[in-house]
């Protein structure tokens, strides 16, 4: 102790030894507050460390990789707004677009991986993936109602990478008018006997104040004729619409066979001014093929088939078969052909090979040649869905 400190201190009646815990308690407490001051130190560095990582995740580089805690991993929870977007009532002309809000309410980060769309709905390429605890983010989604008509919901399923929420589905709702409504979709004729006619009626509605048919068209015109008459206005499901009707006619000189034409009408609305449709009739004559159409089912890329039809007289007349033959990649084949009885009344096809090609909607007609006056050719449609595996 300095000399003028021991001199305050007898002035005040202090020795040394008594004077030894007042500093030994002051040295304790400096001691102390070093530590405090080092502690918080250490506490801001490791504050400072973790805002770094996460702005670290928010800009991810193959550089520096963030450093994820594996606490965290797989704990985002995806908590949408509301699941159901409802457009209302649209017309069948342009896409809409509808937003759905979400969140990230878990403990960790959270990534959409996958988003699966169903027919008519399309949902752009999502320009972020993954998003921290409470972030929240968009999800548009475009809906084409074109082709399409009534009350339509469709569903979209979004996955994610969390425990929790793995996946879930959002709704798109819709009630689609269309601009020119055609009922029936397609027209089926009954049989109809070589010689005798037949005729169907589609109905064509318009929303215009002067909506009417201008002009309808077959694509086969030697077997069908069209008509066209406008009704005026009309009730069609509550709605007060302007009705034309076209009227398809198959000829009483169609030869016999499996006849199917396309329908182009035009209207005079702007909107819509092409609509179309289809007739299908199957005209009897003499000759007549059982099965009436080639079933092929469901088959795989390398599977093996044969397949028999009859070809015959109803009124037992001898005839010929020259040729037998089909167009298509999906399917190796042989066709053989040969009488089913003395007279050759009957012949009997049959058609062997293997499934080369995936065609989910195959469809191909088979064509038959034969000697038979207005009969000389005849076909048949072959069906199936021929699927990669």
């Known amino acids: ?48 460390m973790g805002h770094a990582q996460a702005l670290d995740r928010n800009d991810l580089s193959p550089e520096a990789p963030a450093v994820m805690n594996p606490s965290v991993k797989n704990k985002g929870i995806l908590v949408m707004s509301s699941k159901t977007q409802d457009a209302g009532e649209i017309l069948d002309l342009e896409d809409v677009d509808l937003t759905y809000l979400f969140r990230n309410t878990g403990a960790g980060p959270l990534t959409i991986t996958q988003v699966k769309t169903t027919c008519g709905c399309t949902v752009p390429e999502l320009e972020k993936k993954t998003y921290m605890p409470g972030e929240s983010g968009t999800l548009n989604v475009k809906f084409d109602p074109r082709g399409k008509a009534g009350a339509i919901a469709r569903n979209i399923t979004i996955f994610t990478d969390s425990d929790s929420t793995p996946s879930e589905t959002i709704i ?81 000189n169609a030869r016999p066979d499996n006849h199917r034409t396309d329908i182009t009408i035009r209207t005079n609305d702007e909107r819509k001014p092409i609509v179309t449709t289809t007739a299908i009739a199957r005209v009897l004559g003499d000759l007549k ?47 053989s052909y040969e009488p089913a009885n003395e007279e050759k009344s009957e012949w009997r096809v049959k058609i062997t090979g293997t499934v080369t090609h995936p065609a989910p909607r195959f469809n191909t007609p088979i064509l038959i040649t034969t000697d038979v006056e207005d009969e000389s050719e005849l076909t048949v449609q072959m069906y199936g869905q021929l699927r990669a595996e």
């Open 1 to 48: 102790m300095g000399d003028e400190k021991r001199k305050r201190c007898q002035r005040l009646g202090l020795s040394s030894r008594a004077l030894r815990p007042i500093r030994e308690a002051v040295e304790m407490n400096m001691h102390r507050t070093t530590l405090l001051t080092l502690g918080l130190g250490l506490i801001a560095g490791s504050a400072s």
């Open 172 to 252: 798109v709702r819709a009630l689609v008018k269309p601009v020119v409504v055609i009922e029936p979709k397609v027209v089926p004729f009954e049989a109809i006997q070589k010689g005798n006619s037949a005729t169907k009626e589609f109905k064509i509605y318009g929303r215009t104040d002067d909506f009417k048919v201008t002009r309808a068209t077959a694509s086969d015109p030697d077997v069908f004729d069209i008509e066209i008459e406008d009704m005026g206005e009309a009730e069609y499901r509550g709605e007060n619409l302007r009705l034309s009707i076209v009227r398809v006619t198959v000829k009483d």
């Open 289 to 335: 093929i059982d099965p009436v159409r080639v079933t092929m089912g469901r088959m795989v890329v390398g599977d093996a088939f044969e397949k028999e039809f009859v070809v015959g007289s109803k009124s037992g007349t001898a005839f010929n078969i020259k040729s037998v033959g089909l167009s298509t990649i999906a399917l190796e084949h042989e066709i």
